[in-house]
């Protein structure tokens, strides 16, 4: 039986870590699911419940939870992503999230070679033992750019400072959460993103996959 091939990356908000761990996985054939999105899932759930928002709620969304619900675009904005870091910090919350992250890590669907899971604890908690681990990351300015552009996109009333600010927000929050805060392990390939462009990003990380995954 062939070894599955297994990827984690960690990175702050909106260094590009999404979009690069989706062209690897296109490229490997591995399935990919960004963590960060199931907290945004529960963070807009949290919204719409309000206060009958609860474990047995989020243990019962999570049980039955479809990857496709990630892909909403309402996700993205930036009262879902400031409900989601609150969420996050959760203890109970993040034990049934890291149980489903875990399984789709180890039991991805046979139709694929391996998984790559990106997020904020991927490296250090949940993909401890993955041969292959990368920390992205950018300046802060470039992230919030990045972020700026792809929220008018989408046609959001949106300001660039309101973005820097949610930003600086989630970052503080992500780095300094007493449960699983985002760091750089050891074993993590550091890929600064601020001056790449996505071609040679990905161009760069394959290089080092392929050598590793040689080994």
């Known amino acids: 039986m062939k070894k599955l091939i297994q990827v984690a990356i960690d990175s702050p908000a909106a260094a590009g870590a999404g979009t690069q761990a989706k062209l690897i996985a296109k ?35 999570i049980k039955n939870l479809k990857i496709k619900k990630l892909k909403n675009k309402n996700l993205l904005s930036n009262k879902v992503a400031t409900e989601a870091s609150i969420v996050a910090q959760d203890k109970k919350i993040r034990k049934i999230v890291h149980n489903f992250q875990i399984k ?9 070679k391996g998984s790559i899971l990106d997020g904020r604890d991927i490296t250090s908690v949940i993909m401890k033992n993955a041969k292959i681990k990368f920390f992205i990351t950018a300046d802060i300015k470039t992230r919030s ?13 949106i300001t660039y400072q309101e973005v820097l600010k949610s930003i600086k927000m989630r970052d503080k ?23 790449l462009t996505k071609r040679s990003c990905f161009l760069k990380i394959k290089q080092i996959m392929d050598k590793k995954l040689k080994n």
Do not use: Q, W
């Open 173 to 195: 929050n992500d780095y300094n959460r007493k449960i699983s805060p985002l760091k750089k392990t050891k074993d993590s390939i550091l890929i600064n993103t601020t001056n």
């Open 104 to 112: 789709c890590a180890n039991k991805p669907p046979k139709k694929f």
């Open 27 to 61: 490229h490997y054939k591995l399935f990919y699911l960004d963590t960060g999105k199931i907290y945004r899932f529960l963070g807009s759930l949290k919204i719409k419940y309000s206060d009958k928002f609860n474990y047995a709620l989020v243990k019962k969304e």
């Open 145 to 157: 750019m990045r972020r700026y552009k792809e929220l008018k996109s989408l046609k959001k009333k």
